[in-house]
Each structure stands twice: as structure tokens, then as C-alpha cells.
């Protein structure tokens, strides 16, 4: 056995990484910029939770909740990697100190921790933790396949000229044969972001007709399927619809996701700000005087009602990220500050609530409620992030850097050679398997993955880490940030040019188990064209000496 830190005594746990930080300099290995040994919001019995009971995989080192034993006097941590000999040792005043002592001198792979309250008549077995340690960022080591703007465009131009988008052209309606359609929502907003974006950024004037006929179709086909004035949720437009065949994923007719309309209605924002129609600003105020008639005393709302009666289905609330980001922006942009009571009452719940707890349970339309910290995932944190970082006061960019380390730890794969990738994270057999029988590992990477239930990376995962990584870098200037937004920028160019240079595909993957999901595109494609000029700007210019 080697033994690290044989006797770690009580409160000196905290002080190992960087003693481990000092003997790597004195080596002649520089210290990472990060210290990945400082653990991210550890949790406390009785004082704050422990959010990673589910959480397969780490960078920055752990701490699990284990329960005190009477009369320990303390705990003896061993740390054993899969497959080698080696054993790493400490011991500290309590079962649930984060690893922080070995982490270091652990290599990447798969380990088990085990943990034994150390008493006056012997060692008593505690509990254990298989998990997976992975690699962290080490830079940029390619190139973009296309200029980040210019795939942007491709995927975009691409869109336009499939049946799925392309429909609206020819026959007036969506393409009831891309099963997609089944959430209107998403596809309709998708599709007038979409192509509000190619209309912008075009120089090309018969493709700007095009594009904005596109999207003025798509924008009325959404209105057409809102819930009547005078309705429970009056404005609010339809989650599922009937019309399309039907998809993989499950439909519930009954019901509206409260998320779903606040999105859309940024979408219709989008389209108004090039047309000045203004029945798509009142699209995106109906959608906020509803959400505000509905506003809970917290704050928030539930995250599924019924159409019928605008009733809780659930007990689930919505982490309101979706009603935060269309609040701010009629405020801002549009002067609207009737809304900023509102606004400021769902930011308070998530100031009181997630930022406290770091519970950011998924919110999919295909993905229902589960249990507390069971199936966490990247995007609301990451979009609060986001927002922490444009508002900028320094107790927000602490909070921001915090939920960006959160979503890298549990939802960034930087390496191929990173365990994870090689996990049982689906059934045997199953399309969403991370690896292809045949052709062995298939991912894209670096790239970031959606939500633990969903353990693959997707196009618009990378796109929502980019944005606010790009945040990040303009708050703070820190280089890495804009290293680690270029980094999965440049695996979306890397796939798109895989499949022909068009559509960038959800599934970063040279095996695809599904169609193509066209807001995730879509998001991909306009977070590249966006942010072109800051992406761009990581690499030398080719004609700099």
C-alpha cells in the first residue's frame, strides 16, 4: 500500500492539496492553473446537501455523504484504482471530507473510495463509492473544420433546404412526416429563431425572402395553436401536438410545460426586431402577462399544468431560468418594466433555492420529473451562469465561476480517453450506447453532455457551455475560459464537416441514433454565428507575423 498522508489529523484536510501543489512545483511540474483538489460546494450534514449522489463522474475532487459513526475518533479514506495496485491512504474528523488529499496523485479512471470510522476496538466499515475521475481541459488541439461564421451559415442554409424547415416554402405547413413536430413549441421557436438569424446574417436577398417567409409562416402556425384569451393559460402555446406522426419520445396533450412558452417567446422577439410586426411582441408579452397572473408567492411555478383547468399536474416546480431570460429581455430591450417585480421575485427563488441547494434537476419535455439530485443537468445552471456573469457585480461572478466548474465536472468530456465514455450508461443494446460495436468509441470530442439520464453529448449542450464560457471570458478576461468555449465550438465544425458540411448533428457522434433534433441545430448554428467574432479571435490570424 502506499499511503499519501497516513495520518491527516482532524481539520487538515483542507491544507493536502496544496502541500500536493507545492511538492508538484518543486518537482518541476507546475501546478494546474485550477486546483482540482478544491471540491465543488461540498456538502454538510444537517446544513447544506450533498447534490452528487447520482453524479457518475468528477474533475475537481469529491465529497460523498456518508454518516458519522458514534465514538470514531476518525475516518480512514482509501482510494483504490480500477485495475492497478496502487492504493492511496488518508484519514480525516469526518466521513464526508472531500477527497481533496489524494486527488492529485489519483490518475484519471475508475476508482472506488472506501471509508472506515477508525474506534477504540478496531476499524468499522462505513461505505463505499465507485466513480469515475476524469481528465480536465489540457487546451485547444485543433482547428476548426470551417470558419466558426461560416458553419454557422451552413448549418442554417442546410436547414433551410430540408423537408422539415423547407415545407413552409412549398406546401404552407410543417412537415407532418418529422415526428419532431410533435413538440410545436420547440420546433415552430426553433425554426423563426432559425431562420431570423440566417435573414440577419445573409448577404444573399432571394435566401433573406426565403428565410423570413420561413419564419413568418412557422411564427403563425404557433400563434394558431395558443390557448385562448380567457383561458386558464391564456397565450401560452401549445408543448405537444397531435398533427405529427408520432415520435419516440412520449406526447401529453393535457398538458403545457411552463418553460416551453418562455422560450418561445424569445424566438418571436427575435422576429420582431428585424419585421416590427407587432403581433409577435404581443406574442412574447401574452406569454409574460400570463406567466406573471401565474406567479407563484416563491417566485416560481409548477413545471407542468393541465390546459384544461392551468392546475399543478405535478408537484414539480420549474427552476425559472426561461421566465428570468424573456423578463430581462423585455426589460431591457424593450423598456417593459412592469415586468421587473416579477422578474425580480424568480430571481430571488433561484437565489434562494438552486444557487443554495446546486439542485438543477433537468426540465425536458421528454424527460419527466425524478427524485431530488437523482438526474441533474448542464442547462439551467449554465444559463444562470450566464446571466450572473452579464450582471456582474463580483458576488455574482463568484457565483457564476462556481456553476460553470459544477457543469464542466459533471458534463464535459474533454478526452476520449476519459472512463466515462467506456461506462455501462445505457441499457446493453441500446441506440444511445456511447460506443458503436463495430467501430468502437464514436464521440466527438470535446463536447458536453445533456442531463445524467441522458449520459451523450449533444450539439446543444456545447452550444449552452459556450455562451457562457464566452460570459465568463468578457467578465473576467480569463483566457481559459475563451480556450474551453473554442474548444467544443471547434467539435460542432469537426461533425458538421463529418456529415457533409450542413446540418451540425445533435448527436456529436459518428453513429446517429435518432434524426437530427432541429432546435438543437438551430441553437448550435446561431451560437456560432453569434459569438464568430470572439471564437475567431482565439486563433492568430494567418496574416499576423
Request: net charge neutral; glycine share 8%.
Amino acid at each position: 500500500m502506499i499511503s499519501l498522508l497516513p495520518r491527516l489529523g482532524t481539520r487538515r484536510w483542507t491544507g493536502a492539496c496544496l502541500w500536493l501543489s507545492l511538492a508538484c512545483a518543486l518537482s518541476g511540474n507546475p501546478a494546474p492553473a485550477e486546483d482540482l483538489g478544491i471540491p465543488i460546494r461540498p456538502g454538510e450534514p444537517g446544513k447544506t446537501p450533498f447534490w452528487n449522489h447520482s453524479a457518475r463522474r468528477f474533475i475537481w475532487a469529491p465529497a460523498f455523504e456518508f454518516a458519522e459513526i458514534p465514538g470514531a475518533r476518525e475516518y480512514r479514506f482509501t482510494v483504490t484504482e480500477a485495475g492497478r495496485d496502487q492504493v492511496l491512504t488518508f484519514t480525516a474528523d469526518k466521513p464526508w471530507r472531500p477527497l481533496s488529499p489524494i486527488w492529485p496523485a489519483l490518475p484519471p479512471g475508475k476508482a472506488v473510495v472506501k471509508i472506515e470510522a477508525l474506534t477504540s476496538s478496531g476499524a468499522v466499515q462505513v461505505g463505499e463509492r465507485s466513480f469515475v475521475k476524469s481528465p480536465a481541459f489540457s487546451g485547444v488541439t485543433g482547428e476548426p473544420a470551417y470558419p466558426f461564421a461560416e458553419s454557422g451559415l451552413r448549418g442554417l442554409r442546410d436547414l433551410l433546404r430540408q423537408r422539415k424547415v423547407a415545407s413552409w416554402l412549398t406546401e404552407g405547413q410543417p412537415d407532418r412526416y418529422y415526428p419532431k413536430w410533435i413538440y410545436p413549441g420547440l420546433m415552430a421557436s426553433a425554426t423563426v429563431q432559425g431562420m431570423a438569424t440566417l435573414a440577419r446574417y445573409t448577404e444573399d436577398k432571394h435566401e433573406r425572402a426565403e428565410a423570413l417567409l420561413v419564419a413568418r409562416r412557422a411564427a403563425d402556425f404557433l400563434m394558431s395553436l395558443r390557448e385562448p384569451p380567457g383561458a386558464p393559460l391564456a397565450g401560452w402555446p401549445r408543448t405537444y401536438w397531435e398533427g405529427a406522426q408520432k415520435d419516440i419520445q412520449p406526447g401529453f396533450q393535457d398538458q403545457i410545460m411552463s418553460t416551453s412558452p418562455a422560450e418561445a417567446a424569445r424566438a418571436y422577439l427575435d422576429l420582431y426586431d428585424l419585421t416590427r410586426e407587432p403581433a409577435d411582441l404581443g406574442f412574447a408579452t401574452g406569454v409574460a402577462d400570463t406567466l406573471v397572473r401565474l406567479q407563484r408567492p416563491n417566485g416560481t411555478w409548477p413545471l407542468w399544468l393541465e390546459r384544461a383547468t392551468g392546475r399543478p399536474k405535478e408537484s414539480a416546480l420549474v427552476v425559472p431560468i426561461a421566465a428570468l431570460r424573456l423578463f430581462n429581455r423585455l426589460i431591457a430591450q424593450y423598456g417593459r418594466t412592469d415586468y421587473t417585480a416579477a422578474r425580480d421575485r424568480a430571481m430571488r427563488y433561484c437565489e434562494q433555492g438552486p444557487l443554495q441547494t446546486m439542485r438543477w434537476d433537468a426540465q425536458f419535455e421528454d424527460t419527466r420529473p425524478k427524485e431530488a439530485f437523482r438526474n441533474l443537468s448542464h442547462r439551467e445552471p449554465v444559463l444562470m451562469a450566464t446571466l450572473l456573469f452579464q450582471r456582474g457585480a463580483p458576488g455574482d461572478i463568484a457565483q457564476a465561476e462556481e456553476l460553470l466548474r459544477f457543469a464542466e465536472d459533471g458534463f464535459v468530456v474533454w478526452e476520449a480517453s476519459d472512463a466515462v465514455t467506456r461506462e455501462p450508461l445505457f441499457k446493453p443494446g441500446s441506440r444511445w450506447s456511447g460506443f458503436d460495436p463495430d467501430f468502437g468509441l464514436d464521440w466527438f470530442l470535446p463536447a458536453a453532455v445533456e442531463q445524467y439520464a441522458f449520459f451523450t453529448p449533444l450539439n446543444s449542450s456545447s452550444a449552452d457551455l459556450i455562451e457562457a464560457w464566452l460570459a465568463g471570458y468578457k467578465a473576467t478576461g480569463r483566457r481559459d475560459y475563451q480556450a474551453k468555449a473554442v474548444a467544443l465550438a471547434t467539435t460542432l465544425t469537426v461533425a458538421q464537416r463529418y456529415f457533409g458540411g450542413g446540418e451540425i448533428p445533435t448527436h456529436l457522434r459518428q453513429v446517429q441514433p435518432e434524426l437530427n433534433w432541429l432546435n438543437c441545430s438551430v441553437e448550435a448554428a446561431d451560437t456560432l454565428l453569434r459569438h464568430a467574432p470572439e471564437l475567431q479571435a482565439y486563433f492568430p490570424s494567418p496574416d499576423a507575423k
